[in-house]
C-alpha cells in the first residue's frame, strides 16, 4: 500500500513504459544459416544410419536368427527427433 503522496511519485516515476522492439543482431542470418546447413547434415546422416542399422538388423537376422541390431536404429531416430528439437527451440528463440 502506498501510504504518502511522495511515495506514489516515486512509484509513478519508476513505472515508465519501455518500448523495445526485437531485432535480429548483424550477423544472425549466416548463424542460421550454418545450423540449417548442420541440421540438414544430422538428418541426412541419421537416415544413412537408420537404413544401415536396418540392413544390419535384416543380415543378422538371416544369418544367426537374431537381430540385435535394432539398437542402432533406434538410436538415429532419438538423433533425429534431437536434431528437430533443437532446430524448434532455436528458431523459436531466434524469431
Same mark, same amino acid.
Given at each position: *500500500?502506498?501510504?504518502? =503522496?511522495?511515495?506514489? &511519485? =516515486?512509484?509513478?516515476?519508476?513505472?515508465? !513504459?519501455?518500448?523495445?522492439? @526485437? !531485432? *535480429? @543482431? @548483424?550477423? &544472425? +542470418?549466416?548463424?542460421?544459416?550454418?545450423? +540449417?546447413w548442420l541440421l540438414w547434415a544430422v538428418v541426412l546422416a541419421c537416415v544413412a544410419a537408420l537404413i544401415y542399422?536396418?540392413?544390419?538388423?535384416?543380415?543378422?537376422?538371416? *544369418?544367426?536368427?537374431?537381430? !540385435?541390431?535394432?539398437?542402432? *536404429?533406434?538410436?538415429?531416430?532419438?538423433?533425429?527427433?534431437?536434431?528437430?528439437? =533443437? +532446430?524448434?527451440?532455436? +528458431?523459436?528463440?531466434? &524469431?
Amino acid at each position: *500500500m502506498i501510504e504518502t =503522496a511522495a511515495q506514489a &511519485a =516515486a512509484v509513478s516515476h519508476l513505472a515508465l !513504459e519501455f518500448n523495445i522492439v @526485437p !531485432e *535480429m @543482431p @548483424p550477423g &544472425a +542470418n549466416g548463424f542460421i544459416r550454418i545450423v +540449417n546447413w548442420l541440421l540438414w547434415a544430422v538428418v541426412l546422416a541419421c537416415v544413412a544410419a537408420l537404413i544401415y542399422g536396418g540392413g544390419k538388423f535384416a543380415w543378422e537376422k538371416y *544369418m544367426t536368427g537374431r537381430g !540385435e541390431a535394432g539398437q542402432g *536404429m533406434v538410436w538415429a531416430l532419438v538423433g533425429a527427433v534431437v536434431a528437430y528439437s =533443437a +532446430n524448434q527451440i532455436l +528458431n523459436a528463440v531466434v &524469431a
